[in-house]
């Protein structure tokens, strides 16, 4: 079946470090979204991307979307102890957006 | 008050108990999800709806009922609540277009 692949599972850095996570679908994807879950907390939505080769930024988060629409990133630039959480892709079925196929999550600590 | 409500935030029972968790959204989206979290796998889906006639089995069904009541209210039903069934359960809602899910705050179960 069809499948969003994120890597890493665990990232552990320190302040000021850059972060990258990535997602890797076997289908091509319609979407893809984005989704920080703070520790303890519920997943809260990022951002969604749709064109091929998109680029978007939201301060010190950086977002693309793969030429093919099977790849996506998700970079940030000099965390913050703020960034610590756990971040998800969900791609959009390309052939019928009725359901998104989810990764299973990057986890990010952040060290002072 | 919030978006996505879920009701109640903490649960124990009792094996072979059945349990309802509650959902209410003021968001005026149609389309309503119920998502089962545990440590390691990520978000899976036990049963969406697109509105109130339409109700579809996710990935994880089984053991699991839903009521859509009305396009603001989706219920999830554990008919004879097992161990396994230990999780944290998120409901979500999303417009017509799957686009960025807004998440209730969850529901910890516990069977013991």
């Known amino acids: 079946g069809q499948q969003v692949m994120q890597i890493p599972q665990y990232q552990h850095v320190q302040e000021g470090e850059d972060f990258t996570t990535y997602c890797n679908s076997s289908?091509?994807?319609?979407?893809i979204q984005w989704y920080k879950q703070r520790p303890g907390g519920h997943p809260v939505f990022l951002i969604q991307l749709v064109k091929s080769g998109e680029v978007k930024k939201q301060k010190r988060l950086t977002f693309q979307f793969g030429e093919a629409k099977k790849n996506s990133s998700l970079h940030i630039t000099a965390t913050q102890t703020t960034d610590v959480g756990t971040y998800f892709c969900a791609g959009g079925n390309a052939g019928n957006n009725r359901k998104l196929i989810w990764g299973l999550g990057t986890s990010l600590a952040v060290n002072p | 008050d919030a978006d996505v409500t879920q009701t109640p935030r903490n649960r124990i029972t009792k094996t072979g108990k059945r349990i309802m968790l509650e959902c209410s959204q003021t968001k005026g989206h149609d389309r309503m999800y119920w998502y089962r979290q545990d440590p390691g796998l990520g978000l899976r889906l036990i049963y969406y709806?697109?509105?109130?006639?339409?109700?579809n089995k996710g990935e994880i069904s089984d053991g699991y009922s839903v009521s859509r009541q009305a396009q603001a209210k989706f219920s999830l039903s554990l008919e004879s609540a097992i161990p396994n069934q230990t999780a944290l359960y998120f409901c979500?809602?999303?417009?017509?277009?799957?686009?960025?899910?807004?998440f209730g705050s969850g529901t910890r179960l516990t069977v013991v």
């Open positions: 979500a809602t999303s417009d017509w277009r799957g686009a960025g899910y807004t």
């Open positions: 709806s697109f509105d109130v006639k339409d109700i």
């Open positions: 289908t091509t994807l319609s979407n």
